[in-house]
């Protein structure tokens, strides 16, 4: 097993930028794929994007095109998501989430076992 803690979150005004960190332990980080999903109240999880074990191969939903980078770090054990140009309907609780490799890119939640317990980011008009 994975577990995973994301950090980074916060207030930013629209237009700027943060970088958020998933920290992972107990199992071999390498071995996963990881994901960053998103979450507002009374909405359901939504896949953010994706990326390999060795971090070449990434997947993004459309609307995050451009403006978010997904990465990762083996050596350090963690992952990131860079947003930039964020917008007032970026507010959002983000997870990190990890599974198995498949043969395709998976971005349903339930395709993945390791969650983590979520950052708040709040993006001000």
Do not use: H
């Not at 998933?22 to 009374?42: D, K």
């Not at 939504?46 to 191969?57: D, P």
């Not at 609780?93 to 950052?119: H, L």
């Not at 708040?120 to 008009?125: D, I, L």
């Amino acid at each position: 097993q994975v577990q995973l803690v994301e950090s980074g979150g916060g207030l930013v005004q629209a237009g700027g930028s943060l970088r958020l960190s998933c920290a992972a332990s107990g199992s071999t980080f390498r071995n996963y794929v990881m994901g960053w999903f998103r979450q507002t109240p009374g909405k359901e999880r939504e896949f953010v994007a994706t990326i390999g074990r060795i971090g070449i191969s990434t997947y993004y939903a459309d609307s995050m095109k451009g403006r978010f980078t997904i990465s990762r770090d083996n050596a350090k054990n963690t992952g990131y998501l860079q947003m930039n140009s964020l917008k007032p309907e970026d507010t959002a609780v983000y997870y990190c989430a990890a599974k198995s490799p498949s043969t395709a890119w998976r971005t349903r939640p339930e395709e993945f076992a390791y969650w983590g317990q979520g950052t708040q980011v709040t993006v001000s008009s």
